[in-house]
């Protein structure tokens, strides 16, 4: 007779969420989609290749996940993320600021080593991506 030993499971270990909304990011979308009826619509967060720094941020309502989206509710809002922009936004909080200078969303994310002085594209350790002119 055989006897086999059950094997622990592995365990995964999480170590930070894929990113996060502040109160003020979670109430402007609120206030971006009240009048919205199509319960899937979320915040597309996606990074891609410019700026003087290698990457920007890009932000948009978007009416539903694609099938490579990864979905993260925060604050109750759907935030709809591509597989390949996870790897620069792992930990990042999404905030929404109004001062003198203007308002808008901006990304305080943990992965940036550099960013620009025009503050829409950064840099990470790993990737420096492609750098261009800061143009807006």
């Known amino acids: ?23 003020a990011a979670a109430a402007k979308l609120r206030e971006l989609t ?6 899937a619509i979320g915040l ?4 891609y290749s410019g700026g003087c720094s290698g990457f920007r941020y890009g932000m948009m309502l978007e009416d539903a996940p694609t ?27 999404i905030d929404y600021v109004d001062t003198l200078m ?3 969303f901006t990304v305080n994310n943990p992965n940036a080593v550099s960013a620009c002085g025009c503050g829409s594209s950064f840099r990470t350790a790993d990737s420096a991506g492609s750098a261009a002119s800061c143009s807006h």
């Open 1 to 23: 007779m055989l006897n086999i030993e059950p094997q622990p499971s592995a365990e995964i270990t999480i170590s930070q969420p894929l990113l996060n909304l502040s109160d």
């Open 34 to 39: 009240a009048e919205e009826t199509n319960p």
């Open 44 to 47: 597309r967060v996606y990074v």
């Open 67 to 93: 099938s490579d989206d990864i979905m993260v509710e925060a604050k109750g809002i759907r935030v709809y993320v591509d597989g390949q922009s996870t790897q620069y936004i792992t930990g990042s909080e």
């Open 102 to 104: 203007g308002a808008g």
